[in-house]
């Protein structure tokens, strides 16, 4: 490709819109152009990039069993609503409806398509396991579409399903998925950590992450500093410190004028936050629910949401808590009733904590459960935090940012049953098919891969993604003798199935080899005036620091052995 044809413009400012590293070398190199929040188009070069990606996963998807299909963005709503997930997914499900007034959706995932697909086609023990996957678009609406492609509305995705017959065979699919992914991250250049995820409402089964670790990462991992234990935040356990045990003492009454704060409470009264109860309202699905957790740990409220079920989960505003008869700030559980009450187990490491009065102003020291009030459901919602135990070994949890650029999750049969999709086993007994499901944000991977992978000048793309291998770059077009050499080693390394970027253009040497370093394909190749007096080119890695110069003759073969195409 003549850099001269190319089309996207490199830019010599950062633009100021950039929110983190890729999003501002992706713009910088010409290769994303925005159209509307969260919505880009993909100029040549990403796109050769995220060919070059999906390549590498189709071939990972194939040697592990899967058969790559194609399925409709168009989905009629009713389908969703058979699952109930068009409340799970709420307002970020795009809805249209067409010239006859019915309802559809643009996918922005293919669980309820592939079960119905599967409930017309397999019937017996014989036809599982199946591993179906495509790569396609899918569209979410979310609320905060941020970092170019880390967080967009429109994205490509693949999407694999597993089906299988019981619980052995899907355990045995969901490892060959999980080896398969770690080889598309490490053929892709990525440094990568593997976590325990959140499984969502559908409960108890398992699911794992893969991040990559990027200060502009939006996900906590907490991970322990001596075994390998890893999940993401809004699954992570951890042993919390104890409070103060002892014997438990008599209820007392005590005046905290304008103390509403957990904080402001403890230091009014003298106590540590660990000594205290916090009490916090939720609104689930309508609903007011209260939480009774200690003083000094957050509620999480992904725990919080998958164990009441509901799929909308928000803080209780103050009107809907003093319309419940309630006084937020010195709220608590003594004597509540008439309202779902969930109790962290944290309230139960020590004793007398100080509680709300449920009246302004008041307090109440040495409140213990169970002896002073009453719980519905006892629940670990706790956030965990870096420095306490781990859930494995008890050793100090780190914590660090991360992108998610992967995600697996084994379904069972929520999806199945619902939709009644069975397979007859070999005695003719019908039973739900066992489903896992494997999604890759190819785009997001794009963007973390340029993250783990630059520097200040530009990106250095990793070989096999990279769009293009070489940059021959030529400095001194007058001379004419340059010209000639250059544009037979143009048309002989393309010939011997390089990917080379020519770059033809008519501009300073300055521009061209920092464009070059910007655009950061894995070997520059410089030819110059100076270099051919001694019948020598220039080669260098973009992830190197020295340069070496090597004889023209037989360049092409020292050049395919500096690339080693995967
Ligand atoms: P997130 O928690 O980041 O919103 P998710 O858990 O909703 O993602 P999944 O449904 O697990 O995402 O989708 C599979 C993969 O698709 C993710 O691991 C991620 O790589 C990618 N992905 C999801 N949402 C987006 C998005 N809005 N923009 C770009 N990629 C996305
Ligand atoms: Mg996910």
Redesign the pocket.
């Known amino acids: 490709m003549r850099l001269s044809n190319l089309f996207g413009k490199t830019l010599r400012q950062t633009p100021a819109e950039a929110e983190n590293i890729s999003h501002q070398l992706l713009l910088k190199a010409g290769m994303i152009n925005q159209l509307a929040a969260?919505v880009y188009s993909y100029l040549p070069l990403a796109l050769r990039a995220l060919q070059k990606i999906e390549t590498i996963i189709r071939e990972e998807m194939d040697a592990a069993g899967g058969q790559e299909l194609q399925m409709p963005v168009l989905q009629p709503l009713e389908m969703w609503q058979e699952t109930e997930r068009d409340l799970a997914f709420g307002k970020g499900l795009f809805t249209l409806s067409d010239r006859r007034e019915r309802a559809l959706v643009l996918g922005?995932?293919h669980e309820e398509v592939v079960t119905e697909l599967v409930r017309r086609n397999v019937q017996s023990y014989r036809d599982l396991p199946l591993l179906l996957y495509q790569i396609q678009t899918?569209f979410?609406d979310?609320p905060r579409?941020r970092g170019g492609?880390?967080?967009?509305?429109e994205?490509g995705?693949k999407?694999l399903y597993s089906f299988d017959a019981d619980e052995e065979c899907l355990n045995t699919t969901y490892q060959k998925m999980i080896t398969a992914y770690k080889r598309i991250y490490t053929r892709c250049g990525l440094d990568f950590v593997v976590v325990e995820a959140d499984s969502g409402a559908i409960g108890g089964k398992e699911s794992h992450?893969?991040m990559v670790l990027a200060e502009s990462g939006?996900?906590i991992i907490l991970s322990c500093s001596k075994c390998d234990y890893a999940a993401n935040v809004e699954k992570a356990e951890s042993v919390k410190p104890e409070g103060k045990t002892g014997e438990m003492l008599q209820m007392e009454q005590v005046a905290t004028p304008g103390r509403v704060t957990i904080e402001e409470v403890a230091n009014f009264l003298n106590v540590p936050e660990i000594q205290t109860l916090k009490a916090v309202f939720y609104t689930a699905d309508g609903e007011m629910v209260f939480v009774a957790i200690r003083g000094d740990i957050e509620v999480n409220e992904v725990k919080l949401k998958n164990a009441l079920g509901c799929h909308e989960l928000r803080l209780a505003t103050e009107d809907e808590i003093s319309n419940a008869g309630l006084v937020a700030g010195s709220a608590s559980p003594l004597g509540l009733s008439g309202i779902k009450r969930v109790g962290d187990p944290s309230i139960t490491l020590g004793a007398n904590l100080v509680a709300g009065g449920n009246k302004p102003d008041t307090h109440i020291r040495n409140v213990n459960y169970p002896r002073d009030f009453a719980i519905d459901l006892m629940v670990d919602i706790a956030t965990a935090r870096a420095g306490e135990g781990c859930p494995v070994c008890g050793a100090p949890l780190i914590a660090k940012k991360g992108v998610?650029?992967?995600?697996v999750?084994k379904l069972g049969s929520f999806f199945t049953e619902r939709m009644g999709a069975t397979f007859l086993d070999r005695d003719g007994v019908a039973h739900p098919i066992l489903m896992g499901c494997y999604?890759?944000?190819i785009?997001?991977?794009l963007a973390a891969a340029i993250e783990q992978n630059h520097d200040e000048k530009g990106v250095i793309w990793p070989i096999p993604i990279a769009p293009y291998q070489v940059h021959l770059c030529p400095l001194s077009s007058d001379n004419q003798e340059v010209v000639t050499k250059v544009e037979s080693l143009y048309t002989e390394l393309t010939r011997k199935g390089l990917e080379v970027i020519f770059d033809d253009r008519e501009e300073s040497p300055g521009v061209k080899l920092n464009d070059a370093d910007l655009l950061g394909m894995p070997l520059r190749v410089v030819l110059s005036s100076r270099s051919l007096k001694s019948g020598s080119v220039e080669l260098k890695m973009r992830c190197k620091k020295e340069a070496v110069l090597v004889p023209l003759d037989g360049v092409s073969r020292e050049i395919m052995a500096m690339l080693p195409s995967k």
């Open positions: 969260g922005p995932t899918k979410r979310e579409p492609l880390m967080r967009v509305r994205f995705m999407d992450e893969f939006e996900d998610e650029v992967g995600h999750f999604g890759i944000g785009g997001r991977l």
